[in-house]
């Protein structure tokens, strides 16, 4: 088993930036992938980042691509998400996931938090 939780999140203005962290439970985060989803009002949950068990490889939806980086940090069991330039079109809940296959698809992660709450006003 394992436990993710986020924060980070909040209310902000367009142009601002957020950086997320997901805390993860477990002496073998280093194993997981962990990618980044979110869910808009009304929209499914999309995929936003990724990135390997070493960090050495990032992958990024078109949508948030030069403005958002994802990083972890294996010895704190911490992931990342570092969001520049923020639009209101980001406002979602985001999600921390963990998988073993690194994929931009939502079923394929096994774990999940519990969201943390991005808003972004013009």
């Known amino acids: 088993q394992v436990q993710l939780v986020e924060s980070g999140g909040g209310l902000v203005q367009a142009g601002d930036s957020l950086r997320l962290s997901c805390a993860a439970s477990?002496?073998?985060?280093?194993?997981?992938?962990m990618g980044w989803f979110r869910q808009a009002p009304g929209k499914e949950r999309e995929f936003v980042a990724r990135?390997?068990?070493?960090?050495?490889?990032?992958y990024y939806a078109d949508s948030v691509k030069g403005r958002f980086t994802i990083s972890r940090d294996n010895a704190k069991n911490q992931v990342y998400l570092q969001m520049n330039s923020l639009k209101p079109e980001d406002t979602a809940v985001y999600y921390c996931?963990?998988?073993?296959?690194?994929?931009?698809?939502?079923?394929?992660?096994?774990?999940w938090g519990q969201g943390t709450q991005v808003t972004v006003s013009s």
């Open positions: 996931a963990a998988g073993s296959i690194t994929t931009t698809q939502a079923e394929t992660y096994r774990y």
């Open positions: 990135i390997s068990w070493s960090g050495g490889s990032t």
């Open positions: 477990g002496r073998t985060f280093s194993s997981y992938v």
